[in-house]
């Protein structure tokens, strides 16, 4: 179901993933991020967060299958295990439990930091535990996921609000026309850098 790719060998793969790390020299952040066409933060209107999860996992395989993409990669933009220190022996919420039992019985370790990547036909289920993570663990965050030709970059905030980004014209001209069809909204966030949705 999930294939599970080292870190360097996914990095070395794919090239246009966003990254940080601390520099102890300077004592910051270095950050690291592709050159962009347009970028998109979209929202899904629902009432209470399994909804949501679900709406959202349900709309973004609609859209890759739109845009004709069967698989796709997810990696942190830092060095992370999948399995969080604060998620690995949560006992109090059922959803974070069984997000955290689904990575192990795909054979997600506690220590993987590596890549993931997710077939179409596996996509819904594998997200709607990937959201439940990055709602419920604050230390799970900045994972990206990006398609094989490299020309869009997703992201999905704790909030439930996506981020896209596009690469080139030629992606982001397939973008504006797939996003139609799903349920998605714009997020009226000023100052982005959209080419008309």
Not at 105 to 124: E, P, R, S
Request: hydrophobic share 35%.
């Amino acid at each position: 179901m999930l294939k599970k790719i080292d870190r360097q060998e996914c990095l070395d793969k794919f090239s246009t993933f966003p990254l940080r790390e601390y520099d102890k020299k300077k004592d910051e952040e270095v950050f690291y991020y592709p050159n962009i066409n347009s970028l998109y933060w979209l929202k899904l209107q629902a009432d209470t967060e399994i909804q949501l999860k679900k709406k959202i996992a349900a709309e973004l395989v609609s859209l890759y299958r739109e845009l004709g993409i069967d698989r796709l990669t997810f990696l942190c933009d830092f060095n992370s295990t999948w399995i969080t220190k604060n998620s690995k022996n949560r006992t109090d919420y059922k959803q974070l439990i069984n997000a955290v039992k689904y990575l192990r019985d795909n054979k997600v370790t506690l220590k993987f930091n590596g890549g993931i990547t997710v077939d179409i036909a596996h996509l819904k289920e594998f997200l709607e535990h990937f959201i439940i993570l990055t709602r419920c663990d604050a230390s799970f965050s900045y994972y990206h996921f990006i398609n094989d030709d490299e020309d869009l970059i997703g992201y999905i905030h704790y909030d439930g609000e996506v981020r896209f980004d596009t690469l080139n014209n030629k992606a982001n001209d397939r973008f504006l026309k797939a996003i139609k069809k799903t349920t998605f909204e714009d997020t009226g966030r000023e100052n982005l850098k959209r080419s008309r949705y």
